[in-house]
């Protein structure tokens, strides 16, 4: 029902190319998540979605219907498009209570008084609000008005919810509970979720599907979570998803040895002789003080439920994540300083000449 | 309205946007740049044809010559003195142990908002060289006939001008030494350097900016001044700028040979205007580095000592002439019963307020003024929303014209906008309204246009696009996210912009002088015109009726712009 389509789509500012040629279709139903770094224009897809901006060349659809389209220099009005926006700053009208700012869009709707009080009070509960409806913006935390925008958006049942880093400004411990609210609400309304954001955490935790844009608003990569993490197309996915150790390797018949010494990594390098780079997850870093290859503690931290250790291996530097109960356990705990022995576990092999850029 | 993105969106060369922004511009244009560039044509050309030669003939004229060389003198002697006044008031309250500062320093901003011809006409009641109550006083006291202080000099002129004009420098730099980072002078106190040294070597210098800022408006203001001289100076065939302007206008009858007169020192008006705003811009950008806007911490105080109640005194005493002194002479004299008598009690009468109250002409003025400034202020509010709407909220092209054209006002001065007016709404162009209301309405519109867009825009400024952008996400329409977001979001802005307007057009005298009829006086040009006939009594008591006014109406704006303040959208 309401797909987003994008068709070749471009758009720039003054001499600046920012969307080169794009395409994506996002399925009904679907909560697809565009993660990038700062700047690679995910914004400003979203604002052309969201119909702020004009393609100047390409075509959007929503749904069956043509929305904007660059050639013919068509551009339908957001507020025809049947969109919700949660936008990068908030954008919780000052002037308006809370229960004013989420009752706004069924105001315009012309709703039924009724229904109207009704439907407003449910989406405040839903964003744990209630309570708060008489309150100003400028009386809320930034995380509550964040919320008050999360229900502005939902209450007029939108087919589609745009959502530009809307929990950028949350802690930890909120972030985590939004998330899980957004993807309950999500699947309770049906509704097609198009997620901007450039911290992994959330995209992984939220989407169906995954679009890694590089720092030149190119695509390198669309999937499902679990594939962009185990399978990454190249280095820079790899790294993109999580803290990585990147190392250079000289494979020899199945036998990766650390370049430039006589080290041996891994006796399982089922890859191409040659130059190549490896790479792995600091929790697949395994410390012992008997097998592997030695390593010096540079510095240590405690993070709780695990030690997070900083090691250099000759002039590379390896971070290694270890479980506090196994260390505690194994009476594997480090000084800065100390000689220690590692294993790689998982290793994940990339062309050296490729992943150039992420080793450095 | 409501389609404006709409019809950009759809990519017509004119959309709902273009029209908006060519409606404003249209506006500009016919109210504020056609004026303006008939001065220009009117100054360089004779019969359609350029004639450089004749301008200079025209400056080099004694009457011209003079007027230039004293507008000049004037505004040299009112911003140096101005500039000390304001810098040492603005100091002592910011920086020194003296007391009552907070109500010093609403003090010293007074004379702001008191009509400076008022104030011109008070002292020659009390310092003209035979008349005046001072100077009598003294005379009879020492038993001399050379009196104390002769107001109508060219000092004197320069005294008086300084008292309403100091504030500018005074509000520069006590905002510029309010803002400044107090760790500089601290960290430069505790390495022992000694506080003369430190107010000489950092405190002055990044004040520097805001004190040349200030000083540069005094000149502006003063250069194109027209209330003081005109009351202080014609009497002794001293005349500058503004009202040599003023003589040939109204004494020729609207001669060509004087109007030329008139549009060339109206030209050269603008010039030093646009130089002096210019060269403030250049200040200002330089000074902003210098100031850090925190504003947490408590600056260190300059312990007056010993010289603190003689200087607290001297404060009050400053305030007394200046302002109680001036005030309480208006009220006075508007109840004696003939200029000239003694102040006792025997020789008043409320019978010139009442004769006022009922009086054609003054009653006339009085609605005169009240129309004008209120329909000046709601139509020029309205229009300079929706042009700050276009110059700060929409993406349209040629709206650096728009920016220009709506502050182009501040650098011109009301004599050369009330000419500009006369020349182009006199039948010229097909329509005449000389010696109508209108023509001082729109001369009103063109001269405050500039402050309504300033305060507008800073108030849009505020108001983020993505709070538009919400409400168009939740189905509204450009209408009705303009009605129902931006508009209570910017209206304090456009209350003050109001009221900015209203206060200044009610005691305006600069402009509707030069373009007032029979029956369009204004309650400036009322009083001007009773002073000038030698009805100092009645000026007076009109003068006390206008100072009413103005108190009341500054009261309600302050408690209308703190009652915003503490609103809800204030946090
Ligand atoms: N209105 C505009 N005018 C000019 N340049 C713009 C405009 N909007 C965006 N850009 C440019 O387009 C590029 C992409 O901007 P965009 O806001 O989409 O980044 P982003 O991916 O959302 O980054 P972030 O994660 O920091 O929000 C930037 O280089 C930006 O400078
Ligand atoms: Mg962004």
Redesign the interface.
């Known amino acids: 029902m309401a797909q987003i389509v994008l068709k070749n789509i471009w758009k720039s500012y003054g001499k600046k190319d920012v969307v080169k040629d794009f395409s994506m279709t996002i399925d009904d139903g679907e909560c697809f998540t565009f993660l990038g770094p700062s700047g690679c224009g995910k914004t400003v897809i979203l604002r052309m979605i969201?119909?702020?901006e004009?393609p100047d060349r390409g075509e959007i659809y929503i749904g069956d219907r043509l929305v904007?389209s660059g050639e013919?220099?068509?551009?339908?009005?957001?507020?025809s498009?049947d969109?919700?926006?949660v936008?990068?700053?908030y954008?919780?009208?000052?002037?308006k209570t809370v229960f004013q700012n989420v009752a706004?869009?069924l105001q315009?709707?012309r709703v039924h008084k009724e229904e109207l009080k009704q439907r407003t009070n449910t989406a405040v509960a839903q964003v744990g609000l209630k309570n708060y409806e008489k309150r100003?913006p400028?009386?809320l935390s930034g995380g509550q008005q964040q919320r008050v925008?999360l229900a502005?958006?939902l209450v007029?049942r939108p087919s589609v919810l745009?959502l530009d880093e809307p929990l950028n400004n949350l802690d930890a411990n909120l972030r985590e509970e939004m998330r899980f609210e957004i993807k309950i609400l999500q699947r309770e309304y049906g509704v097609t979720v198009l997620y901007v954001t450039h911290d992994q955490d959330v995209a992984l935790a939220i989407s169906d599907r995954i679009l890694v844009f590089d720092k030149n608003g190119s695509i390198r990569q669309v999937g499902r979570p679990e594939e962009l993490y185990e399978n990454p197309n190249d280095s820079y996915i790899y790294k993109f998803m999580g803290v990585s150790n990147f190392l250079p390797a000289d494979v020899r018949d199945g036998k990766a040895y650390l370049k430039g010494t006589g080290d041996l990594i891994s006796d399982q390098a089922l890859v191409n002789n040659g130059d190549m780079t490896l790479a792995s997850r600091p929790s697949d870093v395994i410390l012992s003080r008997e097998n592997g290859i030695v390593a010096k503690v540079m510095r240590v931290a405690y993070l709780g439920s695990n030690f997070d250790y900083r090691l250099s291996l000759g002039a590379f530097e390896v971070r290694a994540q270890m479980d506090t109960h196994d260390a505690l356990a194994q009476r594997l705990i480090f000084e800065p300083g100390e000689e220690c022995r590692i294993t790689l576990n998982k290793i994940t092999w990339f062309d050296a000449e490729q992943a150039k850029e992420e080793v450095l | 309205m409501s389609?404006l993105?709409?019809a950009?969106?759809?990519?017509k060369k004119f959309g709902g946007a273009e029209i908006v922004l060519a409606l404003s511009i249209a506006v500009l244009v016919v109210i504020v740049a056609v004026p303006v560039l008939m001065i220009l044509y009117n100054a360089f050309t004779v019969d359609g044809k350029l004639n450089i030669g004749d301008v200079v003939d025209i400056i080099k004229e004694p009457d011209t010559y003079m007027a230039l060389r004293n507008s000049l003198i004037i505004a040299l002697g009112v911003t140096g003195l101005g500039t000390f006044l304001g810098v040492l008031f603005s100091y002592l309250v910011a920086r020194t142990d003296l007391p009552f500062k907070s109500l010093m320093k609403l003090l010293f901003i007074v004379p702001f908002m008191l009509p400076s011809f008022i104030g011109a006409i008070a002292w020659k009641v009390l310092l003209s060289p035979r008349g005046g109550y001072i100077n009598k006083m003294f005379m009879d006291i020492f038993n001399t006939s050379r009196p104390l202080f002769n107001i109508y000099s060219v000092a004197g002129i320069i005294v008086v001008e300084t008292m309403y004009l100091f504030p500018f420098v005074f509000m520069q730099v006590s905002a510029a030494l309010e803002r400044m980072d107090p760790t500089l002078e601290e960290s430069a106190r505790i390495s022992g350097v000694p506080l003369g040294t430190i107010m000489r070597k950092i405190t002055f210098p990044l004040i520097m900016p805001s004190i040349v800022a200030g000083a540069l408006l005094i000149a502006l203001y003063s250069l194109a001044h027209f209330g003081v001289p005109a009351i202080l100076g014609t009497e002794i065939g001293f005349y500058n700028i503004p009202t040599l302007i003023y003589r040939k206008i109204h004494s020729s009858g609207g001669s060509f040979a004087s109007i030329r007169t008139g549009t060339v020192l109206a030209t050269i008006l603008i010039a030093s205007a646009a130089l002096i705003l210019y060269l403030q811009k250049l200040v200002l950008k330089s000074g902003r580095y210098s100031i850090i806007a925190g504003k947490s911490m408590r600056p260190m105080l300059m312990k007056l000592r010993r010289s603190k109640y003689p200087i607290l005194l001297l404060c009050f005493v400053y305030i007394f002439i200046t302002v109680i002194l001036p005030t309480a002479t208006i009220m006075l004299v508007g109840a004696l019963k003939t200029y000239g008598l003694p102040f006792e009690l025997k020789n008043m009468t409320l019978r010139n307020f009442k004769y006022i109250l009922n009086w054609r002409m003054t009653r006339q003025a009085v609605s005169n003024s009240l129309l004008l400034s209120l329909g000046a202020a709601f139509v020029t509010m309205l229009a300079g929303t929706i042009i700050s709407y276009v110059i700060v909220k929409m993406k349209v092209k040629g709206k650096f014209l728009l920016e220009f054209l709506g502050v182009l006002p501040f650098s011109v001065p009301g004599t050369v906008i009330a000419l500009g007016v006369i020349l182009t709404w006199s039948g010229r162009f097909g329509i005449n309204l000389y010696n109508t209301t209108w023509i001082i309405f729109v001369a009103y519109i063109a001269r405050y246009m500039a402050f309504s867009i300033k305060s507008n825009s800073a108030a849009l400024e505020q108001v983020?696009d993505?709070?538009e952008?919400?409400?168009?996400?939740?189905?509204?329409?450009?209408w009705?996210s303009m009605k129902?977001?931006v508009l209570?979001?910017i209206k304090p802005g456009m209350v003050a912009a109001f009221f900015l307007i209203l206060l200044p057009a009610l005691r305006e005298l600069t402009t509707s002088v030069l373009l007032y009829g029979p029956r369009t006086r204004t309650i400036g040009v009322a009083i001007y015109a009773l002073n000038e006939d030698g009805e100092t009594v009645l000026a007076c008591a009109l003068a006390t009726f206008a100072l009413l006014i103005i108190v009341f109406g500054e009261i309600v704006i302050r408690r209308i712009i703190s009652a915003k303040e503490g609103g809800?959208?204030?946090?």
């Open positions: 969201a119909g702020f004009r904007a013919k220099h068509y551009s339908l009005p957001p507020e498009r969109i919700g926006v936008f990068q700053d954008a919780v009208w000052p002037h706004y869009p315009i709707k100003y400028y009386q925008a502005r958006a007029p745009l | 389609r993105i709409a950009r969106g759809s990519g983020h993505s709070l952008e919400a409400a168009r996400s939740c189905g509204a329409t450009h009705q129902d977001i209570p979001l809800p959208s204030g946090g």
